[in-house]
Nanobody
Framework: VQLQASGGGLVQAGGSLRLSCEAS?????MGWFRQAPGKEREFVAV????????YYADSVKDRFTISGDSAKNTVSLQMNSLNPEDTATYYC???????????????????WGQGTQVTVSS
């Protein structure tokens, strides 16, 4: 499965951005991770297609919204109320393994997009 992410950019604090990702094949889970310079890659949000159960990191809950279309193998991340701490490279991820609990770490995903930069200025 190949993933193509888009939609990053530069925005002022308090602004919004929308990221999109398209996969070349089907998956069980699709989600987003981010990595800031000098930091480990961290979980942002994931959706399980079978029941559309969604998981968010506490740091983005109530500000970010993940959505998608399993039939089209696409997922989006609407990011509102952005702050400088959200600055990072954002990665789309997918995995085709049927398992519980949902993977919330980067090692739980087999497929990765190329990353898209999000920069929030203060």
């Amino acid at each position: 499965v190949q993933l193509q992410a888009s939609g990053g950019g530069l925005v002022q604090a308090g602004g919004s951005l929308r990221l999109s990702c398209e996969a070349s094949g089907r998956s069980v889970y699709m989600g987003w991770f981010r990595q800031a310079p000098g930091k480990e890659r961290e979980f942002v949000a994931v959706i399980r297609w079978s029941d559309r159960r969604i998981y968010y990191a506490d740091s983005v809950k109530d500000r970010f919204t993940i959505s998608g279309d399993s039939a089209k193998n696409t997922v989006s991340l609407q990011m509102n109320s952005l702050n400088p701490e959200d600055t990072a490279t954002y990665y789309c991820a997918a995995d085709s393994r049927i398992r519980l609990p949902a993977p919330l770490k980067s090692d739980g995903f087999s497929y990765w997009g190329q990353g898209t930069q999000v920069t929030v200025s203060s």
